[in-house]
C-alpha cells in the first residue's frame, strides 16, 4: 500500500524557478526518504532525513520534515532542465519494508 | 561497483508465454526488492528478500508470478504464463537492510501481446 501522498500530482515551471513538492505519511517514522526518477530510468536515491531532524540540504536541494504534521517538503532552488523527472518520496513506517507515495512528475520549461 | 544489473531490458512477448527477468544486486547488500510500475497503479512492490530468503510476497498479483534468489547475487521474477495486463516495467533494487537506501537496476521493459 501507499502510505506517502505526494502533492502536487504534477508540477510544470520556468527554468531558473524553485519547485516545491511535499509528501504526507499517516504514522510514524523513522525516516523519510526522497527519490528522483527520469522517464525510462530506475529510482535514484536524492537524501535522507531523519525523524529528529527538521531540515537538511544537499547542493540545490532542501529537505524539512514536520513530524507533527506527518509531513515533509522537497525544494529544488534554479531548476534545470535536467531536474525534469518524477519525485517520489518513502518512509520507513512498516516494521520491514518502505511505504512509498505516488509521486509528483516535475517539468522544467526552458 | 555496476550498480544493479537487470536483463533483459525489454522484452516483448505473446500472451501465454513465459518470461524471465534476472537482477544481480549490488554485492554485500542484503535485500532485495521487485517492483512493478505503471501509469495506473505506480510503484508496487511485488517482494523483497533478506538474505536470500523471501519476506513477503503479498505484493505478488498472482500465482503465475514466482521469485526465487538462490544465492546473493541473483534473482529471478518469472510470470507464467503472461498475459497483456502484465505489461509494465519491473525494477529490481538492493540495500543493505530492508529500510536502508535502495538502489535500482534500470528496469525491464516487459510488453505482453
Known amino acids: 500500500s501507499q502510505q506517502g501522498e505526494e502533492d502536487p500530482q504534477a508540477l510544470s515551471i520556468q527554468e531558473g524557478e524553485n519547485a516545491t513538492m511535499n509528501c504526507s505519511y499517516k504514522?510514524?517514522?523513522?525516516?523519510l526518504q526522497w527519490y528522483r526518477q527520469n522517464s525510462g530510468r530506475g529510482l535514484v536515491h536524492l537524501i535522507l532525513?531523519?525523524?529528529n531532524e527538521r531540515e537538511k540540504h544537499s547542493g540545490r536541494l532542501r529537505v524539512t520534515l514536520d513530524t507533527s504534521k506527518k509531513s515533509s517538503s522537497l525544494l529544488i532552488t534554479a531548476s534545470r532542465a535536467a531536474d525534469t523527472a518524477s519525485y517520489f518520496c518513502?518512509?520507513?513506517?512498516?516494521?520491514?519494508?518502505?511505504?512509498w507515495g505516488a509521486g509528483t512528475k516535475l517539468i522544467i520549461k526552458p | 561497483d555496476a550498480g544493479v544489473i537487470q536483463s533483459p531490458r525489454h522484452e516483448v512477448t505473446e500472451m501465454g508465454q513465459e518470461v524471465t527477468l534476472r537482477c544481480k544486486p549490488i554485492?554485500?547488500?542484503?535485500?532485495l526488492f521487485w517492483y512493478r510500475q505503471t501509469m495506473m497503479r505506480g510503484l508496487e512492490l511485488l517482494i523483497y528478500?533478506?538474505?536470500?530468503?523471501?519476506?513477503?510476497d503479498s505484493g505478488m498479483p498472482e500465482d503465475r508470478f514466482s521469485a526465487k534468489m538462490p544465492n546473493a547475487s541473483f534473482s529471478t521474477l518469472k510470470i507464467q504464463p503472461s498475459e497483456p495486463r502484465d505489461s509494465a516495467v519491473y525494477f529490481c533494487?538492493?540495500?543493505?537492510?530492508?529500510?536502508?537506501?535502495?538502489?535500482f537496476g534500470p528496469g525491464t521493459r516487459l510488453t505482453v501481446l
Open positions: 533494487a538492493s540495500s543493505l537492510g530492508t529500510m536502508d537506501t535502495q538502489y
Open positions: 504514522t510514524s517514522i523513522n525516516n
Open positions: 532525513i531523519r525523524s
Open positions: 518513502a518512509t520507513d513506517a512498516s516494521n520491514y519494508q518502505l511505504i
Open positions: 554485492s554485500g547488500h542484503n535485500s
Open positions: 528478500f533478506n538474505n536470500n530468503v523471501p519476506i513477503d
